[in-house]
């Protein structure tokens, strides 16, 4: 009797994942991404173990018509705290949630105001300018026009505290003004940067870089100009020639807008047309190699498109918000829309938040706060795990990954992501194969209603119902795809959780060698 031979099914297999720690990747090549990237990261913020679906927005003042382009921050002496917002040629207090009320400042020409705060024996004080109408002051108490001489005042753009002097500029010039020493009052002095900026332009704006770690007499001031010269001085008297002095010119991108600079620890960051770069790396190498230390390298090719294609628009603004670990870079679309790149200021993992149309963002104590395109001011991270009752909609596309098995095809069958979350979330899982990432299809499953009753791992998915503490779950999902690399895409939204991803499992049957 002859033998014959049958053949052996090849036998199912599982890979786990981590999550895309790593963030939003358009640095390396989609055949080349590091496992821990991600191909499409929207509204999911990278921590160190996890990927967490973005804060909500919500309502905070209501009633303006039209963008709000400014938030003015104010903390008086005892402590304080007021907000403004500029919309619609006026100022108003926005400090408490609810409809607006009257206008504090009224018949503006605009409402891209620039403002610095400063402490004199007289309080403290915020000075404001636009460019186009009289600067202001405000003392915690009385809005007032400058008093000030020197400048055009009308003409005043920009504003900077540096070694306890107001510093300021008028469009279009490329000199600058400063008052004496805790002052708000009084003569403004002309500094002029003819002969030093070597390509022209006009002083966009000016910042304080901290090159010792801390505040002091060491800070520098950095001027940037519209050609995208950093021109950097030292010391704390311009009108004394030896207690000033001229570090150097250096070259970096084009400037993005006014609200060009922010200060972030000792660093001072620089939006430009190169990338978000911060002056510690950028002065101290060539122009040439500007993207490999910009803090947006690893998504400089996107970054860069974005000023391509919208860097003229009002809106750009990076801010930082040390509560929630984000560095938020804000990137009009239109004069309607825009959505952010946002950056873990520990990790420096990327993602991008969209849902959110801030024409401007401003930061009171440790709380954020948003400015829209039609005249509301939201409150950011309020916990409210929805954005005035819309859904937060995550989209996460992981890095393609040969699961352990290169050259070889794989047949995926089922798709396990493991979230925690105090909610219930809807989720669409899907998986891509061999680098084409197909658009999103797969129909989300929204589970019960929130309880106390059931445990993930044990319950089964769609049937039972989440309990309302934070845990762990899991569910299969069945998927179809075959190839040598595969990528997992998962979907969710949700007015009523903020999720976490923490792994991914796939199971899939191996196929012979390609």
């Not at 989440?466 to 690399?485: L, P, Y």
Request: proline fraction near 5%; aromatic fraction near 10%.
């Amino acid at each position: 009797m002859v033998a014959i031979a049958t053949a052996t099914r090849p036998s199912a297999r599982s890979k786990y994942l981590p999550p895309p720690v790593g963030g939003l990747d358009t640095l390396n090549s989609i055949a080349d991404m590091p496992a821990e990237n991600a191909v499409t990261m929207d509204n999911f913020f990278p921590q160190a173990e996890t990927v967490i679906l973005r804060p909500d927005h919500t309502s905070h003042k209501t009633g303006m018509t039209g963008a709000v382009e400014t938030l003015i921050p104010y903390t008086a002496l005892d402590g304080t705290e007021k907000l403004f917002a500029a919309n619609n040629g006026s100022i108003y207090d926005a400090t408490t949630a609810g409809a607006i009320g009257a206008a504090v400042v009224t018949g503006a020409t605009n409402d891209r105001w620039q403002h610095t705060s400063i402490g004199t024996a007289g309080g403290q004080f915020i000075h404001l300018c636009n460019g186009a109408d009289t600067p202001q002051l405000y003392n915690g108490t009385t809005w007032a026009n400058v008093t000030y001489t020197g400048p055009t005042v009308t003409d005043v753009v920009w504003t900077q505290l540096h070694q306890r002097r107001v510093w300021m500029g008028e469009t279009d010039k490329l000199s600058a003004w400063y008052l004496g020493t805790n002052a708000i009052t009084g003569l403004a002095v002309e500094f002029s940067f003819a002969g030093v900026a070597h390509k022209g332009g006009y002083i966009m704006a000016m910042g304080t870089w901290t090159r010792d770690g801390g505040s002091g007499p060491d800070d520098v001031a950095v001027f940037l100009t519209s050609e995208g010269e950093a021109i950097v001085y030292a010391g704390t008297d311009p009108a004394d020639a030896t207690a000033w002095g001229l570090i150097g010119v250096f070259q970096v991108g084009r400037p993005i807008g006014r609200r060009c600079m922010i200060k972030a620890g000792a660093d001072l960051i620089m939006l430009t047309e190169d990338g978000a770069v911060p002056a510690s790396l950028v002065l101290s190498t060539d122009r040439s190699r500007a993207e490999s230390v910009a803090i947006t390298r690893q998504i400089n090719s996107a970054f860069n498109a974005e000023v391509r294609a919208h860097g003229t628009l009002f809106g750009w603004q990076p801010m930082l918000y040390p509560r929630g670990q984000m560095l938020i870079f804000n990137v009009p679309q239109s004069t309607t829309t825009s959505y952010q790149y946002v950056f873990n200021t520990l990790t420096q993992a990327p993602c991008r938040f969209t849902g959110i149309n801030a024409a401007c963002w401003g930061l009171l104590g440790d709380r954020a706060y948003i400015g829209d395109f039609s005249g509301t001011v939201h409150k950011f991270d309020t916990g409210a795990k929805s954005d005035n009752g819309v859904n937060i909609d995550g989209d996460i596309v992981q890095a393609f990954n040969d699961l352990g098995s290169s050259g070889s095809e794989k047949r995926v069958t089922m798709i396990e992501p493991l979230f925690t979350s105090d909610g219930d979330p809807a989720v669409s899982v899907e998986v891509n194969t061999d680098f084409v990432v197909k658009a999103a299809s797969a129909p989300y499953s929204v589970p019960s209603s929130v309880s106390s009753g059931a445990v993930w791992d044990v319950a089964e998915w769609d049937v039972s119902e989440w309990g309302n503490q934070a845990q762990v779950f899991r569910g299969w999902r069945g998927v179809r795809g075959k190839g040598r690399t595969v990528s997992v895409r998962i979907r969710v939204k949700t007015t009523t959780a903020r999720p976490s991803l923490i792994a991914t499992n796939f199971l899939y049957v191996p196929g012979g060698k390609i």
